[in-house]
């Protein structure tokens, strides 16, 4: 019952399936609520602390907060803020522990969440550091695919992109670890694969897994495809990037081939490699993935402060 009482959400490895599963129970229960709220956090305060850009992500967990009845205060930037006149990341979060019940971070360098964690004393969510991990998108990404097969085990997935720097998807690949895949391809350009710590991690997870160059091969075995964008700002070297850009695009050719109950997830935003008439398919499942994002972030931010909600 208290598995996440005032618990910190850094890594999506550190929860377990019971867990993953209570927090889509959760989920259910919010659904109702998610227009007209909940007010069982009155009084709580939830600061969030983004130095790297989001709509969806600050936007959702904000709408969360209030619609639970709780308070925000929100720093989007760095700008603005005493970080520009040289203050630590870690004094930073020294003084929102004064000022807030729950802080959510997001930041570019890897561990940046796990820090602040260290350092507060109230509970931190890691909004996604650096290329490394975004656990509750996570979470969404695995309550989306629960929703819309009724299981997430013995199912085939595809991921295809950005493997290399999207941590969105180095996330997803944790999280599916959690469970039972029946197989998960890896598709990428060759200077996009997913890197050794990543793969590394696959194989002592012991989960069956393939990297593959080209959707057509694999496409029609697939039951989820999860795209993602060129992470174009992670680029160390912008050379790197233009032998990458429009490399791989999702079109209604390719999906030719796809299983009839195919779904096509992604964590948005998308630029251009989903071609836009894909949207209309059956197979589009991003847009109803995308709507998750308030109610389970009600829910985990209520099963962290104990908040009972009935149905
Ligand atoms: C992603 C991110 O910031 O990691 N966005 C999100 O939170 N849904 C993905 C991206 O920027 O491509």
Redesign the pocket.
């Known amino acids: 019952m208290m598995s996440f009482y005032m618990r910190d959400v850094v890594s999506i490895i550190d929860f377990s399936r019971d867990d993953l599963e209570k927090l889509f129970r959760m989920t259910d229960k919010m659904m109702p609520y998610k227009r007209g709220g909940i007010e069982v956090l009155k009084g709580k305060i939830m600061a969030s602390l983004f130095l790297?850009?989001?709509t969806?992500?600050r936007l959702s967990f904000e709408s969360a907060m209030k619609r639970l009845g709780g308070d925000v205060i929100t720093v989007s930037g760095a700008e603005g803020t005493s970080l520009m006149k040289g203050e630590s990341f870690i004094d930073t979060i020294r003084m929102l522990d004064n000022y807030a019940d729950i802080i959510v971070v997001?930041h570019k360098y890897e561990g940046a969440a796990r820090l602040a964690a260290d350092i507060a004393e109230v509970p931190i969510i890691n909004?996604?550091d650096g290329r490394r991990q975004?656990p509750t998108?996570t979470m969404i990404d695995l309550y989306t695919v629960y929703k819309l097969k009724g299981r997430i085990d013995d199912l085939t997935y595809g991921l295809v992109g950005d493997l290399k720097y999207?941590?969105?998807a180095a996330s997803f690949i944790m999280g599916l670890s959690i469970f039972r895949p029946k197989k998960v391809y890896l598709i990428s350009h060759e200077l996009l694969r997913a890197r050794e710590e990543i793969l590394d991690f696959l194989k002592r997870s012991g989960i069956k897994y393939e990297e593959v160059t080209n959707l057509r091969e694999v496409i029609s075995e697939l039951d989820i495809l999860y795209v993602?964008?060129i992470?174009k700002e992670r680029f160390p070297d912008p050379l790197e990037y233009e032998k990458v850009k429009g490399s791989y695009k999702i079109t209604l050719d390719i999906l030719k081939d796809a299983k009839d109950d195919l779904k096509i997830l992604h964590?948005?935003?998308k630029v251009d490699e989903i071609d836009p008439k894909v949207d209309e398919t059956k197979y589009a499942a991003y847009f109803i993935q995308a709507s998750y994002g308030v109610p389970l972030r009600m829910a985990l931010l209520a099963l962290i402060f104990g908040a009972e909600v009935e149905k």
Do not use: F, Y
């Open positions: 790297e850009p989001s969806r992500t997001r909004a996604g975004h998108q999207a941590r969105t993602t964008r992470q964590p948005l935003p």
